[in-house]
């Protein structure tokens, strides 16, 4: 989408799983008030607490069908026979209120994104080292010892992916990573072809 | 030069003369302990408090002269009948070092260092407005009012210059100036081409 200086910046945030993506995600929303998360569509079943609109649009399978033919996600994908995209048009609708959004996505869909948005900025997240991110999946003790080990092969696959990423932060320590991600929010806004509206108005005050 | 990852960044900072470049490097060099300032060479006499080596590089008129066709500067100028520049050699000393160089240069000046350093991250530094401006530079009170008018208009020359600079910060406050300019150098340093290093070490504790 054309970048006009006062729209929104479009962030992309991913990581192999185990490297701390949620964590540092809501962490750098909590500290940025201008910066919206991007709500997901989905054909899974809604759990308990969780709210529509909110957590997920909620979507039946063949709208969700009808909007991938459509073109109307940046990305998506099925995981475990169920489907998951971001859209097109709540994506803009954020961006030109002037707000910027998170996209917390995998590494496959960030790929996706790359591709459709060039303005996006997009950002690598990589534990400090494999045995990390393997006592993070461990720790989390919901997985068969089979799924764990997938997910682990996947994790290497995915983390040297980084190359194709704008930026690369590490997950050593909580604090030092989220600040990483909220100087490189505030650097992209200062970058030259975001801010040509701004240096023409003070360029206009200027006597000719 | 090369980027290894491993080597400190060049940034160059330029402003019109009144927009508070000083002010803002100096406190942008007390909050980073990894960054240094250039010093440049001049062939201009020294002054009282004055040491070389800290506040310049004291040079005679020939030596000057030798090392400009010996091409041993990033940039150089002649300013009232006499020689400044920034020497090649001790700048990539300091970077090969590790550490970070910035250059408080002038809008020409910055020309030239782009032109031959392609890594250098470069940022210009506007006033809010031309009145400010204006009001900073009279308050000086060091100058002839035609040597101030000749300052005000190269002022707006040098201000549309700044599409060629990488970022664009503005001196509305400074306090928020300078974080402007430390974020920038902090996300310049996640920059994914300058931690290959960082990221083949962690894909390293990977299991193949």
Known sequence: MPDNGSSGILFVLSAPSGAGKSTVSREVLASLSNMKFSISH???TRRAGEIDG???HFVERQR???MVKGNEFLEWAEVFDQFYGT???STRAVLASGQDLL???D????RQVRAREAGCVSIMLLPPDFVTLESRLRGRGSETSSALSGRL???RIEAEEYGSFDYLVVNKDLAGCV???LAIVRAEHRRTERTSNEAQSILATFPA
Chains 1, 2 share one sequence.
Not at 107 to 110: H, L, M, N, R
């Open 42 to 44: 989905t054909t899974r």
């Open 54 to 56: 909110r957590d997920y």
């Open 64 to 66: 969700f069908e009808a």
């Open 87 to 89: 859209g097109v048009e």
């Open 103 to 105: 996209l917390d996505i």
């Open 107 to 110: 590494v496959q869909g960030a």
């Open 153 to 155: 092969t996947r994790a």
């Open 179 to 181: 600040d990483d991600v």
